[in-house]
């Protein structure tokens, strides 16, 4: 239990580190205002409301709200399952076949450094139909 309590809190200040570090380096014209002049308050204020931006975006859009909201909320469920799911996975893995601590941590960081541009990117393969959906959901008929 402790440990998918550690993966979950992972997910979730990983993701919010995540969007800020996407607010950042978007483009001028798609930059949200606080990345205009950015400040550690306001960078640390987005990690922490990172989760409300998909539901908040899905309430701009035209035509069924109902189901653009569902899948915001979907959309970040799924981001903290998937992480979430890594994150445990790393340290279970190393719990089983190390017993120091200090040593624990070196692989747990090694492990989701060199394993999540391997692992991550074939997951978002795999959710590219809940990707879909959220995009035909939100207005974008294909």
């Given at each position: ?48 409301i990172w989760f409300i931006r998909p539901i908040r ?12 909201i569902a899948l915001g909320v979907l959309h970040v469920?799924m981001q903290l399952f998937v992480l979430t799911v ?57």
């Amino acid at each position: 239990m402790k440990t998918i309590i550690i993966s979950l809190l992972l997910a979730f200040v990983f993701s919010g580190i995540s969007q800020v570090i996407e607010d950042i380096t978007s483009s001028p014209v798609n930059r949200p205002g606080w990345a205009m002049r950015p400040t550690v308050g306001g960078a640390f204020w987005v990690a922490i409301i990172w989760f409300i931006r998909p539901i908040r975006e899905a309430c701009h859009s035209r035509g069924q709200l109902d189901r653009a909201i569902a899948l915001g909320v979907l959309h970040v469920l799924m981001q903290l399952f998937v992480l979430t799911v890594f994150f445990w996975g790393a340290i279970t893995l190393t719990g089983n076949f190390i017993d120091s601590t200090v040593w624990k941590i070196v692989v747990v960081g090694t492990i989701l450094v060199f394993g999540s541009p391997i692992i991550l990117p074939i997951v978002g393969i795999v959710i590219i139909p809940i990707t879909l959906t959220k995009t035909i959901g939100s207005g974008l008929h294909i």
